[in-house]
């Protein structure tokens, strides 16, 4: 972090961590069908890990939680959180599970098709959480996602709302969501696809995702941001909606476009920002990412996205 830098909060991010391997190909494969592909790459990945090492290269303090395997990918995440300045305290280890991984495929459109082998993520437990009740005092934000056990992610949202800390949690991927969950987050940043699971209204256009988010505020939820892709995100700030457009790059993998857009926006808000200049960040941070190849590779340092203005 630089002198110009705002200081953050303490940002403690609890999700899974995987290793992914992704194959570049010219279209995606249909039901049956083999396709060959061109390169191959083997990354570290999942949606907690991602947003925790893009929100540490975008300038905060940054506390992961976690479950590992007792194998070769369980010690390399470690090593590699640390060397991103992540503190790995709370990344425990299962004896018996292995290591969650990820199959991705990538076509030249930058579309992608994910397939996960949750592994040790889903032994993540409230009794894990126990020991971390430490992180969870010190922080100052916590973002979640989907990737772990739903008990252990509406037992976190409520130590950390009774604590008076602002919850946010990306829900992916698609899940319905309890209603005492839903009264514990400060904000929640759905996609289309997971508005529509969470409310049952179908997202379409700006005028649904609007009905969407107003749905889930009535449900208790303080702020709500329905990301839309290439059309930006529609936020909704108590009872009040705009969309902020997304910045026009060539991309060319979108695999963790939003885990990079929500950890820009929870950095934001650790520096103070309002909900709007919150969100424009986390799009200028996404927009970076999505030029690039990868998951946590793709995630831009905090003087990338500081000089960027597309």
Same mark, same amino acid.
């Given at each position: 972090?630089n002198s110009t830098t705002p200081k953050t909060g303490k940002i403690l991010v609890v999700g899974s961590t995987n290793t992914d391997m992704v194959v570049k190909t010219d279209h995606l494969?249909?039901?049956?069908?083999?396709?060959?592909?061109?390169?191959? $790459?083997? &990354?570290?990945?999942?949606?907690?890990? &991602?947003?925790?090492?893009?929100?540490?290269? @975008?300038?905060?303090?940054?506390?992961?939680?976690?479950?590992?395997?007792?194998? @070769?990918?369980?010690?390399?995440?470690?090593?590699?959180?640390?060397?991103?300045?992540?503190?790995?305290?709370?990344?425990?280890?299962?004896?018996?599970?292995?290591?969650?991984?990820?199959?991705?495929?990538?076509? &030249?459109?930058?579309?992608?098709?994910?397939?996960?082998?949750?592994?040790?993520?889903?032994?993540?437990?409230? @009794?894990?959480?126990?020991?971390?009740?430490?992180?969870?005092?010190?922080?100052?934000?916590?973002?979640?996602?989907?990737?772990?056990?739903?008990?252990?992610?509406?037992?976190?949202?409520?130590?950390?709302?009774?604590?008076?800390?602002?919850?946010? $949690?990306?829900?992916?991927?698609?899940?319905?969501?309890?209603?005492? @969950?839903?009264? &514990?987050?400060?904000?929640?940043?759905?996609?289309?696809?997971?508005?529509?699971?969470?409310?049952?209204?179908?997202?379409?256009?700006?005028?649904?995702?609007?009905?969407?988010?107003?749905?889930?505020?009535?449900?208790?939820?303080?702020?709500?941001?329905?990301?839309?892709?290439?059309?930006?995100?529609? $936020?909704?700030?108590?009872?009040?909606?705009?969309?902020?457009?997304?910045? !026009?790059?060539?991309?060319?993998?979108?695999?963790?476009?939003?885990?990079?857009?929500?950890?820009?926006?929870?950095?934001?808000?650790?520096?103070?920002?309002?909900?709007?200049?919150?969100? !424009?960040?986390?799009?200028?941070?996404?927009?970076?990412?999505?030029?690039?190849?990868?998951?946590?590779?793709?995630?831009?340092?905090?003087?990338?996205?500081?000089?960027?203005?597309?």
């Amino acid at each position: 972090m630089n002198s110009t830098t705002p200081k953050t909060g303490k940002i403690l991010v609890v999700g899974s961590t995987n290793t992914d391997m992704v194959v570049k190909t010219d279209h995606l494969p249909r039901p049956g069908e083999t396709v060959l592909g061109g390169t191959f $790459l083997m &990354n570290p990945g999942g949606k907690g890990a &991602n947003q925790a090492v893009a929100a540490a290269r @975008l300038g905060a303090e940054v506390t992961f939680v976690c479950k590992t395997g007792n194998d @070769l990918f369980g010690v390399t995440t470690r090593q590699q959180l640390a060397e991103e300045g992540i503190d790995t305290s709370f990344v425990f280890t299962d004896p018996h599970e292995p290591s969650g991984v990820a199959l991705i495929a990538v076509d &030249n459109r930058a579309e992608n098709t994910i397939v996960v082998a949750s592994g040790a993520n889903a032994s993540l437990l409230p @009794l894990d959480i126990n020991k971390a009740l430490a992180a969870i005092d010190a922080c100052d934000l916590v973002l979640m996602q989907l990737e772990t056990p739903m008990p252990t992610i509406e037992y976190v949202a409520s130590l950390a709302a009774e604590r008076g800390k602002r919850v946010v $949690l990306n829900p992916a991927p698609a899940a319905t969501l309890s209603e005492q @969950l839903l009264k &514990n987050l400060y904000l929640i940043t759905p996609n289309e696809t997971e508005a529509e699971l969470i409310t049952g209204i179908p997202v379409r256009d700006e005028r649904s995702a609007e009905q969407a988010a107003r749905t889930i505020h009535r449900a208790g939820v303080r702020h709500v941001i329905v990301t839309l892709g290439k059309k930006g995100a529609l $936020l909704c700030e108590g009872g009040r909606c705009e969309v902020i457009p997304a910045h !026009r790059v060539e991309a060319v993998d979108t695999t963790a476009a939003g885990d990079v857009f929500n950890a820009g926006l929870v950095v934001a808000l650790s520096e103070g920002r309002n909900l709007t200049d919150a969100v !424009r960040f986390g799009a200028k941070a996404a927009a970076i990412s999505v030029t690039r190849m990868g998951a946590q590779a793709s995630a831009p340092y905090r003087s990338e996205t500081d000089a960027f203005y597309g």
